[in-house]
């Protein structure tokens, strides 16, 4: 009885030891690195409870692969965490490893950008995290688009491996791809603001964008980029001069400027990830509307 007994603790953690980090739950256990401090999840949910201020922390998705080409699985982790009053990134994507019988936590990236909205597919190919995410464009379209972007783990950390692409999802099928979109953008009377999602093309380039604007119309564009860094935002006014650049994502062209073609371009600091462009233009008695 005893020997079998023994035997059966052998096996069981011989099979543990094969399994590595794919036998962790990590839909039910205690996570205490959160933007709520120390939380228990149970079936990948936990709410604060009713007597406490309202938040909540997710586990939306699990994926196991080699990572650092050891032979040897990681466990890839798509999390969210928020609620009122907490400041901090409401999505992470972390990366686990199996260490002598104990978790460790070997990366993370913390996405903080709300447009990356719901995860559709998480999984490891050939060593590279790939990540499918809804998208919002912010112009009255959620989850307009599905973003997809790759990641490896490098020197303890998840960096983008390739430029994302963005496709338009199966939930919008009268939608464009960003690829197929006009690149001028006009506004009329109803439409003050358009939102763009760029990606780099072969050459490692982002689109440039022409915006029709009438004698006096002011002109706001807010740039920021997720995966890379935004190295330059310039807009230049139909005689070619540049009038607008900023090295914060921001620009603004004055309401003096006359009428004509203003070119909108951005530059990032690697061809890879995406980036977007906010452009915001009231109207003065114009009755173009967008193609």
Do not use: K
């Not at 406490?52 to 998705?61: E, I, L, Q, R, T």
């Not at 959620?142 to 303890?156: C, K, N, P």
């Amino acid at each position: 009885m005893r020997l079998a007994l023994l035997l059966a603790l052998s096996l069981s953690g011989s099979i543990g030891q094969a399994q590595g980090v794919r036998a962790v739950d990590f839909a039910n256990r205690v996570w205490d690195d959160t933007c709520l401090g120390s939380v228990q999840t149970h079936r990948g949910q936990h709410y604060a409870p009713a007597d406490a201020p309202f938040g909540w922390f997710h586990v939306y998705g699990v994926a196991f692969g080699d990572l650092d080409g050891d032979g040897v699985d990681e466990a890839v982790v798509a999390t969210g965490c928020g609620g009122l009053g907490v400041v901090g990134p409401p999505r992470d994507t972390r990366v686990f490893s199996l260490h002598l019988g104990r978790l460790r936590e070997l990366a993370r990236l913390e996405e903080g950008d709300l447009h990356d909205g719901l995860l559709i597919d998480l999984r490891v190919e050939r060593g590279v995290v790939v990540e499918r995410r809804l998208a919002n464009d912010l112009d009255g379209a959620f989850s307009r688009y599905v973003i997809t972007r790759r990641r490896r783990l490098r020197d303890g950390r998840l960096v983008e491996h390739a430029a994302a692409s963005v496709e338009c999802s199966p939930r919008h099928p009268r939608c464009r791809p960003p690829t197929a979109l006009p690149t001028s953008v006009y506004f009329g009377v109803a439409r003050t603001a358009v939102t763009r999602v760029f990606t780099f093309d072969g050459d490692g380039r982002l689109p440039t964008l022409d915006v029709l604007l009438d004698a006096g119309q002011p002109l706001e564009v807010f740039a920021w980029c997720s995966g890379t860094a935004l190295t330059a935002l310039r807009v230049a006014a139909p005689d070619a001069t540049t009038v607008g650049a900023g090295g914060d994502g921001r620009v603004a062209v004055s309401a003096s400027h006359p009428a004509g073609r203003y070119v909108v371009s951005l530059r990032g600091q690697r061809p890879v990830g995406l980036c977007y462009a906010r452009l915001w233009a009231p109207t003065v008695d114009t009755e173009r509307t967008e193609d």
